[in-house]
């Protein structure tokens, strides 16, 4: 409770702060995490890359983390195919800090940022914190793009910063390469409301859950080249099963990231940060080593899902390229989630009435979620 006396600003008054529900459970699939901890070698190579540097932190680390942002550089040529000098690379404390920051260089006071709902609850809040205006355009009922009532807002809006999620949460949903490449066109034509003449805005695509996706499905890095006003926001929390580490990064025009580094913190990212995530790339394809089997998970509980049936109804489940399945819809879904959390399986409430959201575990947590799940449709 925050007392009345203090000074808080008034736009905060009343305002709870965000976070997803962390509870003691035995299955916990209600944060998107990757399930499967680091395996002994990453384990090892962290403790010898955070040994290694322990001497040194007396002194401030590299406030540019030079060395792991050609890291990053390095590992999207393996697993995006593009070709990215560090200088167009940028890492933070989680793509949450990337995206403030993104928010303070490029929104501010006047401005708008324009998303497509429903998506990341976070999104309105970084606008909140940086004093930017928020609006959204409706999704399609299958939550894919709504490419012409999106290119529409655009143009009404002059929006300084258009963020799409690819996949987006809570759904999951892919964005094409058409939608993408429609959006920039867009962007690149629209001049950004009350900004001089030739401002346009930037596109931020949010591939937080990006390595996912299916093998055939490109990135949008791969337009960074051709394309200075698109930025594109990662995270190592999801397919790495880094969520304790913090760490995302940005892949974007020389000219973004340098907007970036004006308004980052001095010194934000810290020696140990940058060792352990250097730790981590250098033994990508351990870390990744799970992402095939989390993706066949997702499909086979796919199929599962909607072969029940909810007072006769067959359950809906969106189509997804993430680590987690949006389903519905349930008259009372806060019953279905309370009913499942006593019976020990942690899932998610957000987005639209009527729907609810699961991350892949691992077989054993599946299996446990199935079971209750079935428990609690009989409820019904």
């Not at 009345?4 to 976070?19: H, Q, V």
């Not at 680390?61 to 060395?67: L, Q, S, T, V």
């Not at 002059?158 to 949460?169: K, R």
């Not at 695509?205 to 990135?219: Q, T």
Request: hydrophobic share 40%; with cysteine; charged share 20%.
């Amino acid at each position: 409770m925050i007392p009345s006396s203090l000074p808080l600003r008034a736009d905060l008054r009343g305002e709870e702060p965000y976070g997803a529900p962390q509870l003691d459970v035995p299955v916990c699939l209600n944060v998107n995490e990757n399930p499967y901890a680091p395996s002994p070698e990453v384990i090892d190579a962290i403790v010898q890359h955070v040994h290694d540097i322990s001497g040194t932190l007396n002194r401030y680390p590299d406030r540019e983390h030079i060395e792991l942002r050609k890291a990053l550089s390095r590992y999207l040529a393996q697993e995006s195919h593009v070709d990215l000098p560090a200088e167009c690379l940028w890492a933070a404390n989680g793509s949450n800090e990337i995206m403030l920051q993104l928010f303070q260089a490029f929104g501010g006071p006047g401005t708008t940022a324009l998303g497509f709902a429903p998506t990341y609850s976070m999104y309105p809040e970084y606008a909140r914190d940086t004093f930017t205006g928020w609006q959204t355009v409706e999704r399609n009922d299958d939550f894919t793009l709504n490419r012409e009532r999106a290119v529409k807002a655009i143009e009404d809006i002059g929006p300084s910063i258009v963020l799409a999620t690819s996949p987006n949460n809570p759904t999951g949903t892919p964005l094409s390469m058409e939608d993408t490449l429609e959006l920039l066109a867009a962007c690149e034509r629209t001049q950004v409301a009350g900004a001089a003449s030739g401002v346009h805005p930037i596109l931020v695509v949010d591939e937080a859950y990006i390595e996912f996706r299916s093998a055939d499905v490109p990135s949008a890095t791969t337009l960074i080249a051709e394309h200075p006003h698109l930025a594109v926001s990662r995270t190592m929390s999801k397919a790495f099963a880094y969520a304790g580490a913090r760490l995302g990064y940005l892949a974007a025009s020389q000219g973004i990231i340098d907007a970036v580094r004006i308004v980052r913190m001095p010194y934000h990212l810290s020696a140990v940060t940058q060792a352990v995530a250097l730790a981590a790339l250098e033994h990508a394809d351990e870390q990744l080593a799970q992402v095939a089997h989390l993706r066949q998970t997702r499909e086979e509980t796919k199929q599962w899902l909607e072969s029940l049936q909810v007072h006769g109804n067959p359950i809906r489940v969106a189509d997804s390229q993430s680590n987690f399945l949006f389903f519905g819809t349930f008259p009372d879904r806060e019953f279905v989630f309370n009913e499942l959390l006593k019976r020990g399986v942690l899932i998610r409430d957000v987005g639209p009435t009527g729907w609810l959201r699961v991350c892949m575990g691992t077989d054993e947590e599946m299996e446990r979620f199935r079971d209750a799940f079935r428990e609690v449709l009989a409820l019904l």
